[in-house]
């Protein structure tokens, strides 16, 4: 099954006699189009369980038992999960940026760009795409998480605030992986440059850690990381730890309109 999109138009007028509503049609096809692909693949979703289960069942068991890192009287594994949730999103999106040159590479790219879709609503599409697929990974951490014994919030309120925070921190990140694939335009380049800061950005968040226990340069990047809001919102609203609610969806929420600007700039460089 496929989701056809719009002929083209002609000039520079396409994107201008686009509604909203038809520009929303287009971004929720490019997602329909994500989620087929990943149905026809559902091994992929197990291959992507085995990291997230290693770093809970491996490294948040012992350390929960060694007790060296205060968490304020949460156990340490219910601390960790969160952190593995989003650590787990951010693994999913942060790889588009292949993707989209595969695309390229294949001609799929060029025949998007023809259409009166706008740049934007491409980017879009994709981003969110990368938020169902994050989702499918979240509920997966869910589980693992559950059958260890942590003890996540059942109030639906709170998890259509999770729904929201790993849609948002999923958009952001396939953003910022589409704008670096925009830049260096070359699969090799972008692997390499996507395992290079996929690391670093987890260990500069709060993901593993209290910040209290950062040290200060290390304080001022975990300030200044996406990552870091993404796992104090999926904190607050799973385990109830103290958390800026309004802030982080404010920096997520602004992080990811700031990315899809970005990417959309980048996307007919890329398409070339």
């Known amino acids: ?44 979703l197990i291959t992507r369980a085995v990291q997230p289960a290693l770093w809970l069942v491996i490294f948040g068991t012992t350390f929960t038992k060694l007790h060296v890192i205060p968490t304020g009287g949460v156990p340490y594994l219910d601390f960790l999960a969160p952190g593995v949730l989003a650590q787990s999103v951010l693994f999913v999106s942060i790889f588009y940026g292949i993707q989209i040159i595969w695309e390229r590479d294949a001609g799929v790219l060029a025949k998007l760009m023809v259409t009166p879709t706008p740049r934007s609503a491409l980017v879009t599409g994709k981003a969110f795409a990368a938020g169902v697929r994050g989702l499918a990974q979240a509920i997966v951490v869910y589980a693992i998480a559950e059958l260890l014994g942590v003890r996540f919030t059942v109030n639906p309120l709170r998890l259509l605030g999770v729904i929201a925070v790993v849609l948002l921190g999923a958009a952001f990140f396939c953003c910022l992986s589409v704008t670096i694939a925009g830049l260096v335009l070359s699969r090799d380049r972008m692997m390499g440059i996507g395992q290079a800061i996929m690391m670093p950005l987890f260990f500069a968040s709060n993901a593993l850690y209290p910040v209290e226990l950062m040290p200060g340069w290390l304080q001022v ?52």
């Open 1 to 44: 099954m496929s989701v056809p999109l719009a002929a083209p138009l002609a000039g520079s007028a396409r994107s201008e006699r686009l509604s909203p509503r038809l520009v929303l049609s287009r971004v929720v096809a490019l997602c329909i189009v994500e989620i087929q692909k990943l149905s026809h693949d559902r091994s992929e």
């Open 221 to 272: 990047i975990n300030h200044v990381n996406p990552l870091s809001y993404q796992v104090e919102a999926l904190r607050g609203l799973l385990i109830g730890t103290p958390a800026r609610l309004p802030l982080d969806f404010a920096v997520l929420i602004v992080a990811t309109g700031v990315g899809i600007a970005a990417a959309s700039g980048l996307l007919a460089r890329l398409a070339r």
